[in-house]
């Protein structure tokens, strides 16, 4: 993957993907709650933060189930792009997302960058941990995902790691992957939003990029419950007790891992991180961050991302950000 680190979209920069083609496997692609189709962006690009000839995942809101044809939460796509820049705040590696709308159907939702297929890297594959889980995990359903847990993964990562086929460092990898996770509230990280990318010429494999990140950020939230949430301490914070990542730590655990708990938990078996992890969470600047996500709110779109959630998304995220520097340095 081509560092993409770098990327910027501006709000007159919206783009439309009415006329990009539709790639010729997937019209409507079958994973995930949220309607997509993968695109294939024209050449010359539109703007210079896109790839000519590139692929790229079209995201809409959920649909709601009694009304197919109206958004349960109609702004979620807003999730995805800050998730992607709050990981950028972190340092991480994550597939670029923008703001795009199909003028045909004057529907907004993002582009996300597919992380394969840059220049000459078309002998990689991806495989989905589900692929792994049920190899590993007898009469596994991926479907509902129960039995997705954290044991497997380390057990897999190790196998791999042993064999000399993995091309970094996992633990980090996953310490990452949890603590991003749990400052953005992403309860969404289930056997299909992770996975292997394999290199055909030599065997060596290194995990995906974090990707699939939109189910965060309060997204859920409607306007009197956020500003309850900011006037209610109680009612915060217990809010933040029912984050949990979407896998238990072991296959026999009935909850699911605790979302800041789960990450001291992981740092008890794997101590060389922590102070990595502190490090990047210190590299979340408020300044940067309330800065952002205000430039979000210039964008003209149907459901547009508004002031009173841009200060909500600030305050939730800093006051995770928060409970996760005490937790990780105490």
């Not at 995220?317 to 520097?325: D, N």
Request: hydrophobic content about 35%; proline content about 6%.
């Amino acid at each position: 993957m081509i560092d993409r680190r770098e990327v910027w979209q501006e709000p007159g920069q919206v783009i439309d993907i009415a006329g990009w083609d539709i790639h010729q496997d997937y019209e409507v692609f079958p994973v995930g709650a949220r309607d997509k189709s993968l695109r294939v962006s024209p050449d010359p690009a539109p703007f210079d933060f896109c790839l000519a000839g590139h692929r790229y995942l079209f995201k809409e809101a959920i649909k709601s189930a009694k009304n197919p044809n109206q958004p349960r939460h109609p702004d979620q796509y807003w999730a995805e792009v800050i998730a992607f820049r709050v990981g950028r705040l972190m340092g991480l590696t994550l597939p670029p997302v923008f703001v795009a709308i199909d003028s045909l159907s004057d529907e907004p939702g993002t582009v996300n960058e597919w992380f394969l297929g840059y220049n000459d890297e078309n002998d990689e594959r991806f495989f989905p941990g589900g692929d792994y889980m049920q190899r590993r995990i007898p009469d596994y359903d991926r479907e509902k995902g129960k039995r997705h847990n954290l044991s497997t993964i380390i057990t897999l990562s190790r196998v791999l790691e042993r064999g000399g086929w993995l091309s970094h460092d996992w633990r980090l990898y996953w310490g990452l992957g949890l603590c991003f996770d749990a400052l953005i509230g992403n309860t969404d990280r289930h056997q299909e939003n992770w996975g292997l990318i394999w290199t055909e010429d030599s065997p060596t494999a290194r995990f995906a990029p974090y990707f699939d990140n939109g189910t965060s950020l309060g997204h859920e939230l409607q306007p009197e419950k956020m500003q309850r949430m900011v006037r209610d301490p109680n009612e915060f914070n217990a809010y933040l007790r029912r984050g949990e990542h979407q896998m238990r730590w072991s296959l026999g655990d009935e909850r699911r891992l605790p979302s800041i708990q789960g990450i001291v938990r992981y740092c008890e078996h794997f101590p060389e991180i922590r102070a990595i992890l502190i490090e990047r969470l210190v590299g979340v600047c408020e300044d940067e961050l309330v800065a952002m996500l205000h430039n979000l709110t210039c964008f003209d779109l149907p459901h547009p991302f508004t002031q009173q959630r841009a200060e909500f998304v600030a305050f939730l995220t800093l006051r995770r950000r928060e409970r996760l520097l005490q937790a990780l340095e105490n």
